[in-house]
């Protein structure tokens, strides 16, 4: 029963973040072809954000389990903060890749003008955006390290209901077409942030969060890395 109560919700959040993309597919379907091959392009970039940002949080998962195991609160602090940092660094990453990178990836692939410009649209919204799943994923990994899987499954689901309501509105409604997806991915995950980071504060004392003190150390830095490299690739 353990096992079954720690690992089904996590199967459930992973599932979660990979619908996103297959959720964005079927209503940009509806509009044309040329519409969906961008966003279907775009899927290996979603991969890789979810790869890295999941590999860390699984990383900073063993670190802090540890240490609330030890009872040593302070360094249940440190990780996590340290975790937040490099979440963020990785978020300003993914944001630089957005406004820079996505010409350059699309026309390697094809030399259609309407894939090219909807498939920029598409994929900076979601990569300027990318904070949002970062901090989602990163809160969500910490909530788990405390044991309350089953709001970490809520959490992400409701965010995954407002992503499904958000995308036709934003494309039918709004006439925003795959740049509308594209908001209402990132708008429904960080909405799915703030709903995690808010079941976080009240897990009963088991962090003290300071976001003004937020510091690298290379210790925590060493060992979330050696566990979440491997998970991510």
Not at 11 to 28: G, P
Not at 89 to 108: N, S, V
Not at 189 to 208: A, D
Request: glycine share 10%; proline share 3%; aromatic share 10%.
């Amino acid at each position: 029963p353990l096992i079954l109560t720690m690992a089904l919700p996590a199967m459930f959040s992973m599932l979660i973040q990979a619908l996103y993309n297959i959720v964005d597919s079927y209503f940009v379907a509806q509009v044309s072809q040329n519409a969906l091959t961008p966003v279907s392009l775009a899927f290996p970039i979603q991969n890789l954000m979810i790869a890295v940002s999941v590999g860390l949080g699984v990383g900073l998962n063993a670190v802090v389990s540890r240490a609330l195991g030890a009872k040593d609160t302070k360094g249940v602090n440190r990780a996590a903060t340290n975790g937040i940092m490099l979440m963020f660094i990785c978020g300003l990453l993914f944001m630089l890749g957005g406004a820079t990178l996505g010409r350059p990836y699309f026309e390697m692939q094809t030399d259609i003008e309407e894939i090219v410009t909807s498939g920029i649209d598409y994929t900076s919204i979601v990569m300027m955006g990318s904070m949002g799943v970062f901090m989602q994923i990163l809160f969500e990994r910490l909530l788990q390290s405390t044991g309350r899987t089953m709001l970490t499954m809520f959490s992400q689901g409701i965010g995954a209901i407002i992503n499904i309501i958000f995308d036709p509105i934003f494309i039918f409604v709004f006439d925003m077409g795959v740049a509308g997806v594209a908001i209402g991915t990132v708008v429904s995950q960080f909405i799915s942030c703030v709903l995690v980071l808010r079941c976080l504060h009240h897990s009963e004392g088991s962090y003290q969060l300071c976001f003004s003190k937020l510091t690298i150390k290379s210790f925590y830095l060493k060992q979330i890395f050696q566990v979440g490299v491997p998970a991510g690739i």
